[in-house]
């Protein structure tokens, strides 16, 4: 079965609930509030079909957006164009990675945190994150998996969306591999309809739960950025309780 991810369009369109208007406000609302530094350039952490990213750059912002699968790239490459959009895409692990030019803000959002396989793996990623953010500005990580006793956590979910005649009806599906171990496996399906065509692509993929607060603890020892909180994934609130629909906010030192 082929990679959900080496089909871009697809990709936008199974995802195209999102939002993004409504994203960028919010996280101008963080950047109002927490930034300490102005911001010009943009970073979008496993940008996939680079939606917030055109986003960003539509609004006047220098966005650079990193993935790591060659199709979303030139899919963001390629729309760019077509928008004359001042985008960078590069093709790069977000686990560990470096860019010719700092940015002032970074976000990751859907849950893209939990491809993140381990501790040493999140480390990592936080170390490179340091490397590129500006001091003072900000890295937002949406979807954070906080409550990993949350029952809907592993309920599995179906939606369908269209555009253009095109449908894509998707499955998704978190399950427990090994309790102890916290090892789980991540199920993503896309069925399309696209004319004549019919296509099942998907993608699988095992990882580990990092508990909230060893998250904290890993954290505090890389020792570069100030936990802020975890926020309301729609508005400016701290959440009253550990849940998984959430922003973390974070500020380089």
């Known amino acids: 079965m082929k990679s959900i991810y080496n089909y871009p369009f697809y990709y936008s369109i199974a995802f195209s609930f999102v939002d993004v208007d409504r994203q960028t406000k919010l996280f101008s ?88 396989k381990n501790r040493n793996e999140l480390s990592s990623h936080l170390r490179s994150m340091a490397r590129v953010l500006k001091k003072g500005g900000l890295y937002l990580i949406e979807n954070f998996r906080m409550n990993e006793n949350d029952k809907n956590l592993f309920k599995g979910q179906r939606w369908t969306m269209s555009r253009d005649g095109v449908i894509v009806k998707t499955k998704y599906l978190l399950k427990m591999i090994d309790k102890k171990k916290k090892l789980v496996e991540e199920n993503l399906e896309l069925l399309v309809k696209d ?59």
Not at 86 to 115: C, Q
Not at 224 to 247: C, E, T, Y
């Open 195 to 253: 004319g004549n065509k019919r296509l099942i692509v998907s993608n699988r993929t095992r990882s580990t739960l990092v508990p909230f607060q060893e998250f904290l603890h890993v954290l505090e020892m890389n020792g570069d950025f100030q936990f802020i909180g975890a926020f309301d994934s729609r508005r400016v609130r701290i959440l009253p309780r550990p849940q998984n629909r959430n922003i973390i906010v974070l500020r380089k030192k």
């Open 29 to 116: 609302d963080f950047i109002r509030k927490y930034s300490r530094i102005r911001v010009k350039r943009v970073l979008d952490l496993g940008a996939g079909p680079g939606s917030q990213a055109r986003a960003f750059a539509k609004l006047g912002y220098d966005v650079a957006a990193l993935d790591n699968n060659k199709a979303m790239i030139s899919y963001i490459q390629k729309r760019a164009k077509e928008e004359n959009l001042r985008i960078s895409a590069v093709k790069k692990n977000f686990v560990s990675f470096n860019l010719s030019k700092k940015v002032d803000f970074a976000f990751m959002l859907m849950g893209t945190i939990g491809y993140i």
